[in-house]
């Protein structure tokens, strides 16, 4: 029901006469059995009251209509320009390709001198080598001196990384935890390597932003420069082991389809399973995003780990790796093993998905996991792999007896593979990753230094304040160049340097974009590698990573996409534009902004990425530029209340080190005094923010009469005044001292949605600027918790232009007290126009129930306190949902693929335990005891071990989070309904409410009759729901395959290749005194 939209206040008649119009109205109709007990137009004349007086205090003390006044002022000597959305994702694109090159070109430089390092060192069995190890330095022992290894290492803070103390001039090493710190090789790997000291201070010399440059050596340790300590975690151990990186895995390796059989049979019993399992994970930790993989489990038959992908594999993503984890711990043995057939399957399902085109097109390989082989089954080796011998065979022989080790080797040599024997649980890492080496061996021979940029990953080391750090890792092979190992194809390691994606966004600028805006890339995979949707962390406090992080989808955030057009372009490295209809959930997911997006992308050259820029259609699209002297300019950007966007980039003050010490507003001036030509600014930015800050200087005084003003404010209900501009630029003023604040969360640091960050403007800023001009925005902070409701926020846009086409030039806003808001509303509810002064209604009546809600659906206002911040809908199920079917709200659903849900895990931590290479080692002394005890009759001693580890783990269970997929609503009012009344039947009992729009703003007047029990409507809430899928459709996903784009580089196997350095067996040989010490660590903790 639409009615008349004006705001007046009648006159004290013609309102009398209304009123009485009303009654004899409600009479007449309740003869005709319909229910009408609240009068729309008293409703409206609170509505009207509350709205004027609000509207009233707002311009006043945000100072908006002198701001819009000062604006207009400069209207002729501003030129409106609409943004070309293709050329700005292009000129990004060339920004990030030269930063990118500039990290590979220290990469070169490295690589280059690590190998000649290497070539010009001769192996010295016998070298004796004092080196930093990373753990020990700066360790002494009882006596006050340095410990072998340490020695006095100076280390300072330095803000660049994070205040962390860091050495400049030297590196550290790292050696895993598992190995011997002066073995032979890796004392001979540390002395060459010293080389690379000096590169590395000279690379980040040359280039400042450069954090963390390492190598990590084919041999296990890891030269990390600036050196810094590191320290072990509670259990005394440091499980880092770099050939285990993503970075290093990609480098050193060409992409893979790999398919992994496990033996299942009868013998595979007691710790072998155990061990089986272990080495599959750490083979799944191998993989990476662009390989493929499958498991099978035989014994006399074939099973598929996950049944549902029976002749397929699927990409080696992190879900789908944890998904087939779960299910190793199904895997039990019996049975015999039936060697022949599953290795006929592996060949038919790497040549038939081959054929699909949807694998990675490269290397293949079978890794085989079992305890033994009666042949050598050189018939089907001749059958399907002789004689080009395309798929490498990698078997891993299980426990300590050899009988068939050498029919596994064979196998391995004849097929470009490697064999390794695995005895323990802690010898599984080593052993699995010997693989890596013989697949870079094509590489290596070819001399292809290939360039390899990971996805995003968190690193816990740098924190900015919100948390660990996003980071994507350049990478390049470092290999022997000599002569005589030219066909062994020796692989000495990995170099690498990280970029924080941080980084990315000061290359963007965000003043162009507007302020629905962003950028974004993605990987070759359509992985995200920066999106300002993309939600890593988790947790209230120290914030946690998510499971999956690294492989959220640009179709699970652009999720209005049903048809991956925008993603499927951008991973196949097309420059072209797409729009949609989006619907972004902002304010933690309670409030939906309903946008119609412009979508630009292009290829990023030199990476695996590709960018993408959204822009909003309407304002979002314009661009303003105004013009003022530098001098003026200056003058009012020093005001003590003006501060810029921390995390835009006005000055690159990161690029030398004497700048970093500046802040923008130093480093803006600096720029314009033209004493420092090795200073970069952005000038267009410069100049539009020098133009902001002359247009809203009269604020300031406007402001401070206000405060010096004793008459004004008294009750001290607004305390703040804001405002911020397009170019990042703001001001606040207190009306009350600091310590008399309400709330002191606002337009801090930790306010995120509050402020201006790198990839959005602020929550307040945004939701004004979608609001008809003149119109006030209302709301509670909900990112000050829901135990400090005790502000609203008030803000509106300031436009540029009397047309619908204007940029948005600035928002102003201000906050007051909640009570000082309520108290407003309460005194404009109890006016009424009757003559004789006694009211018909009133918000008082016991009766009925009075709420203000926001355009949103939330309360601000309610006679029940702590009703206030909640969804209306969760107050009064049975209104909100006549108002979703009349029409005045409507309800918008929402998708969240980055969700985790708690489950309760009934299942132990044992088996997780046991796969602890570390933990599990105890595990493994136990069983070598036990068999020594009884003569190798292999499991009753051994059970009474397992279930002693494991029995207190399998008595309980927990919650946890995992990933899931929710779907969860979001409320919006519609804009054309002003105000409307309705009736809701509750079994024979009529209950009406009206509702009215405040004139100005965001909000709604709705009072309710309460004398019906309506309970029998269900509440309305706002709380997600998981999507559950089932089993088939579970298979269907797991199944589906999106477009990517394989890597351009690809060295399967190379003719000259030397195939007979194919692995031996493990020497099993314990010495009595090994085996009293491994007693001894036993029996201790019991």
């Given amino acids: 029901m639409q009615v008349d939209r004006s705001g007046v206040l009648f006159s004290a008649g013609s309102t009398w006469l209304l009123l009485l119009f009303s009654t004899l109205s409600i009479r007449v109709t309740g003869v005709g059995g319909t229910h009408q007990s609240i009068p729309p137009s008293v409703v409206k004349l609170w509505a009207s009251a509350f709205g004027g007086e609000m509207k009233s205090i707002s311009a006043k003390y945000s100072g908006s209509q002198l701001l819009q006044k000062k604006y207009k002022e400069f209207e002729r000597a501003v030129r409106v320009e609409e943004i070309d959305g293709l050329r700005l994702v292009k000129r990004l694109a060339e920004n990030m390709e030269e930063m990118f090159h500039k990290k590979a070109q220290a990469m070169t430089r490295l690589v280059e001198a690590a190998e000649e390092a290497h070539l010009q060192h001769e192996e010295d069995p016998n070298l004796q080598y004092e080196y930093f190890n990373a753990v020990l330095i700066n360790e002494v022992d009882e006596e006050g001196n340095s410990v072998e290894l340490g020695g006095e290492f100076i280390l300072q803070p330095n803000d660049h990384f994070n205040n962390l103390s860091v050495n400049l001039n030297l590196s550290v090493v790292q050696v895993p935890t598992n190995m011997y710190n002066k073995d032979s090789a890796i004392v001979n790997g540390v002395y060459w390597s010293e080389a690379l000291n000096k590169v590395f201070v000279d690379n980040f010399e040359r280039d400042p932003s450069l954090i963390w440059q390492y190598f990590g050596s084919a041999k296990g340790f890891f030269r990390q420069y600036p050196g810094i300590k590191w320290k072990p975690d509670e ?318 989808d640009l179709s699970e955030v652009e999720w209005e996409d049903k048809e991956d057009t925008l993603r499927n372009a951008m991973v196949n490295r097309k420059t072209g534009t797409f729009s949609m209809e989006v619907k972004k959930s902002v304010d933690k997911g309670k409030r939906v902004l309903i946008l119609h997006n412009d979508y630009y992308y292009t290829d990023i050259k030199g990476t695996p990425f590709s960018l993408g820029v959204a822009l909003s259609r309407g304002h979002g699209k314009f661009f303003f530029r105004g013009n003022v002297t530098v001098e003026e300019g200056l003058h009012d950007l020093e005001h003590p209340d003006v501060a810029l966007a921390d995390e835009w980039t006005y000055c690159n003050t990161d690029e030398h080190p004497e700048h970093r010490y500046l802040s923008q507003i130093e480093a803006i001036k600096l720029y314009l005094s033209g004493h420092e030509p090795h200073l970069y600014c952005d000038k267009e930015l410069i100049q539009e923010v020098l133009f902001d800050a002359v247009v809203t200087a009269p604020l300031e005084a406007y402001w401070t009469s206000l405060v010096l003003n004793k008459s004004e404010n008294s009750d001290k209900g607004v305390e703040i005044a804001y405002l911020g501009t397009r170019t990042g630029l703001s001001r606040i003023n207190l009306f009350v001292v600091p310590d008399e604040l309400t709330s002191k969360d606002f337009l801090t640091a930790e306010d995120r949605e509050g402020v201006f960050n790198a990839d959005h403007f602020p929550l307040w800023y945004k939701r004004a600027a979608e609001q008809v001009p003149g119109t006030f925005v209302y709301s509670l902070p909900f990112n000050t918790g829901s135990e400090n409701k005790s502000v609203v926020l008030a803000s509106t846009a300031i436009q540029l232009l009397d047309e619908r086409k204007s940029p948005i030039a600035a928002a102003v806003g201000i906050q007051m007290k909640l009570e000082f808001f309520q108290k407003k509303f309460w005194t404009a509810s109890r006016q009424c126009a009757a003559l004789d002064g006694k009211c018909s209604i009133s918000c008082d009546d016991e009766n009925i129930n009075c709420y203000l809600i926001d355009n949103n659906g939330f309360i601000l206002v309610a006679e029940d306190y702590t009703l206030t911040g909640n969804f209306f809908g969760e107050a009064e199920g049975a209104v909100m949902n006549k108002l979703l079917q009349m029409g005045s709200f409507k309800r918008v659903t929402l998708y969240d693929y980055q969700a985790l849900c708690w489950v309760y895990s009934e299942s132990s931590d044992s088996g997780r335990t046991l796969l602890d290479p570390y933990f599990a080692f105890f595990s493994a002394v136990k069983w070598i005891l036990t068999e020594l005890v009884i003569f190798l009759v292999e499991f009753n001693l051994y059970s009474w071990w397992y279930s002693d580890l494991t029995a207190k783990a399998q008595r309980t269970g927990r919650t946890m989070q995992v990933p899931c997929d929710t779907e969860y609503p979001a409320f919006i009012s519609e804009r054309t309904i002003k105000e409307n009344t309705g009736n809701i039947d509750c079994d024979g009992c009529v209950k009406s409410f009206v509702i009215q729009q405040i004139p100005s703003s965001n909000l709604f007047m709705v009072v309710v009759d309460n004398k019906c029990d309506c309970s029998m409507f269900e509440p309305i809430t706002m709380d997600p729901i998981e999507i559950m899928y089932n089993e088939s459709l579970k298979c269907e996903r797991l199944k589906m395959q999106k477009d990517r784009r394989r890597p351009d580089t690809c060295h399967p196997f190379h003719p000259e290749e030397n195939s007979m350095e194919c692995g031996g067996a493990v020497n099993l040989t314990q010495s009595l005194a090994t085996t009293l010490l491994c007693l001894l660590v036993v029996l201790l903790p019991r």
């Fill in 235 to 552: 259990h005394g151990v440091i499980a880092f082991d770099c050939r285990n990186r993503k970075w290093y895995i990609q480098a050193a390796t060409s992409p893979k389809d790999v398919v992994i059989l496990v033996d299942v049979s009868g013998s595979m019993k007691g710790l072998r399973l155990t061990i089986a399992r272990q080495t599959v994970s750490s083979i799944l930790d191998t993989l990476g995003d662009d390989d493929f993989f499958n498991i099978i489990a035989y014994n006399e038959e074939l099973h598929y780990v996950e049944p549902c992908l029976n002749g397929t594999l699927v990409q080696a993503d992190v879900t789908n790796k944890d998904h087939f984890r779960e299910h190793l711990d199904k895997l039990f043995a019996q049975g015999i093993g039936m060697l022949d057939i599953a290795l006929t399957e592996a060949f038919n399902l790497l040549s038939d998905f081959n054929e699909t085109g949807r694998g990675s097109e490269c290397s293949q390989a079978i890794m085989l996991v079992t305890d033994g082989a009666v042949d050598t089954y050189d018939a089907i080796f001749a059958k399907y792999n002789w004689p080009e011998r395309k798929v490498r065979i990698f078997p891993y022989l299980i426990g300590r007896e050899s009988a068939f080790a050498e029919n596994l080797k064979w196998m391995a040599c004849a097929n470009k593979g490697y064999f390794t024997q695995i005895s323990t649980l802690a010898d599984v890492q080593e052993n699995v990753m010997e693989y890596l080496h013989v697949l870079s061996r094509p590489k290596v021979i070819d001399r292809e230094h290939d360039t390899v940029w990971t996805e995003a990953y968190i690193d816990s080391t740098l924190e900015d304040g919100q948390g660990p750090v996003l980071m994507t890792t350049v990478a390049m092979p470092v290999f022997s160049t000599k002569n005589e190992t030219r066909n062994r194809g020796i692989l000495l390691g990995v170099v690498g340097t990280d970029v924080p994606v941080s980084e990315l966004l000061k290359t963007i600028p965000k003043y162009k974009l507007g302020i629905h805006g962003y950028a974004f890339a993605i990987t070759n995979n359509g992985y995200i590698l920066t999106h300002p949707d993309l939600r890593p962390l988790y947790g209230d406090g120290k914030k946690r990573r998510k499971p999956n992080y690294s492989s959220v």
